[in-house]
């Protein structure tokens, strides 16, 4: 019985894991989806005078350090990573 209760907590380790990998992915796409929507309202020239780049950017920074702490696969957060800081550029 031990052993079923031991595979149950590594499976659902296992799966909060992947939850919180795809909640820091949604997490990132939608700061973008935003900073893009706003863009196609209000143009470019309101964005990039806005504190929202900046602010977004901490947002983006902040959720990889946060999935940093779960994540134990450094390719991972290495993809996701190099992904959303390439849109900071």
Do not use: W
């Amino acid at each position: 019985m031990e052993k079923e209760h031991l595979a149950l907590l590594q499976k659902m380790t296992e799966q909060l894991t992947e939850l919180i990998y795809i909640n820091g992915i949604i997490a990132t796409e939608l700061i973008k989806i935003t900073e893009n929507s706003a863009a196609i309202r209000r143009g470019e020239d309101f964005l990039n005078k806005s504190n929202c780049v900046f602010e977004h950017n901490q947002l983006n920074r902040r959720i990889i350090e946060i999935l940093k702490n779960y994540i134990n696969k450094p390719e991972k957060i290495e993809s996701l990573e190099k992904h959303v800081l390439n849109h900071l550029e």
